[in-house]
C-alpha cells in the first residue's frame, strides 16, 4: 500500500505539481497556526513610539563629541575634521591641506551651540591635493539635505535649514546660541575676500557608530 500512495504523490508531482505545492502550503499554514495557537510560536512585537518622541528621547541624552569627520552623501563629501587651538590664518590655511577644519572656540557635535566646518572648494579640472575639493558643490544643498558628522563613537545627523552666498566681510557666525546648529563654509583660502558659500544645519538625530573611525 505504501509503494501505491508513494507512486500516487509521484505522479501527481508530474502532473499537477502547482497544485501539489498548494497542497503542501496549506499544510504548513495549518501546522503553524496551530503551533502559535499553543504558544509553541510567538512573535514579539516592538513597542510602538512616536517619531518625534524619538527624536525628543536622543537629543535630551546627547552627550557632545569632537567631531572628526563630516559626511554629507548627496554631493560626495566624506572629509576628516582637522582641529587646530590658533586662530592664526596661516595656521587655519596649513590645517586646510589635511582636510576640513573645526573653527577654534565654536561648538562640538550635538552641542547646544554653533560648530563651524570650513573647507576647500574649487573648479579646477586637475587638483593634486583632493583635500581642495573638501567642501566642493556645497552651493547644491538644499533645504531639508542631511549631514552626517561622525564623533569618536556617534553620529550626529543635521538637517539644512538655510544655504547662503556671502561676501567674506559680511560673514559673520554666532558661536553661543541655545539651538544645535552646524555651519559649513567654503572658500579658497581662509581670511580672503572671495564671497563664500555658507549651510547653516540643526541637529536632527543621532546614532551610535558601529566600531571606530
Partial sequence: MF?????????????????????????????????????????????????????????????????????????????????????????LDEALKDGSVKYPGSGLAGGQNNMLLFGHSSSLPVVINQNYKAFNNLDDLILGDKIRVQGESMEFIYEVIRVDEADAEDFRVDFNTSRRLLTLSTCNNFGDLDDRFIVQAELVGTRPLRGSL
Fill in 3 to 91: 509503494y501505491t500512495l508513494r507512486g500516487k504523490i509521484m505522479e501527481t508531482i508530474k502532473r499537477k505539481p502547482f497544485l501539489f505545492g498548494l497542497y503542501w502550503l496549506f499544510i504548513f499554514l495549518f501546522l503553524f497556526g496551530f503551533a502559535f495557537s499553543i504558544g509553541l510560536i510567538s512573535i514579539e512585537e516592538d513597542e510602538m513610539i512616536d517619531e518625534e518622541e524619538v527624536e525628543n528621547l536622543s537629543l535630551n541624552q546627547i552627550k557632545p563629541e569632537e567631531p572628526l569627520r563630516v559626511i554629507v552623501d548627496k554631493i560626495g563629501i566624506n572629509s576628516p575634521i582637522l582641529r587646530p587651538q590658533s586662530r592664526n590664518i596661516s595656521v
